[in-house]
């Protein structure tokens, strides 16, 4: 696998105060890796770092071989936030066809991404009539819509039914067999077992790099929230 995501010394200083401090990895092309940590650790400014939206960086962070933020690399990564990023008085395929067009992307892509996303039946629907999921999938259709190699979602589960987040997670996972980079956020420690690579982080540190399992066995317990508890107290962070 090729390393799609290449960090070190990766320090974020905001408001006088070390956000991320002096992290180092690397993500894969194929991959889905999880990014977890309590809420306030960090997890979000190091995806801003990553996509080349944050302020305050310092250190080295190489993007498909580019350092974040490049122009060349606007339209190969496709970014999720915590807030919905579709307009609510369009229909889910108007929004498509909208930021299709902002990022020069044929209609055949719309259809595509309404596949992938389970929202085929819910294309010609205004977004504002949609329930939170449909909404946070409109939100990912958008992200997809450039064919991403590099796919950052930040908390895209939270708040979800068990049955949507199941469908959402196994999505992921069909982008990253088609070759993309994926790494998806959240503060919900048993998401970690939908992950074939984990990066669990505390108070701006990075705590564990590992598969779930390597992660476990290192520590010695049977499940992730045990194995972060461990880090915590045998001093990780
Ligand atoms: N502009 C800023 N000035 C000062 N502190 C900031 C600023 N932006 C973020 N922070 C602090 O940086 C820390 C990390 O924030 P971040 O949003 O990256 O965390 P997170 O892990 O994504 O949290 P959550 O899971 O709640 O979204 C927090 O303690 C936050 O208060």
Redo the contacts with the bound molecule.
Sequence with gaps: MVDAVRVSGLTVV??G?Q?LRGLGFTLRSGEVTGLL?P???????LMRALVGVQAGVRGEVTVLGEPAGSRSLRHRIGYQT?AVSVYDDLSVRENLRFFARVLSVGATRIDEVLETTGLAPKADAVVSALSGGQRSRASLAVALLGDPDLLVLD?PTVGLDPVLRAELWGTFHAIATRGAAVLV?S?VMDEAERCERLLLMREGLLIADGTPSSIKADAGVGDIESAFLALVRGGAA
Excluded: A, I, M
């Excluded at 809420?39 to 400014?45: L, M, R």
């Design positions: 905001r408001g105060h956000v940590g809420s306030g650790c960090g997890k979000s400014t915590q908390e956020s503060h």
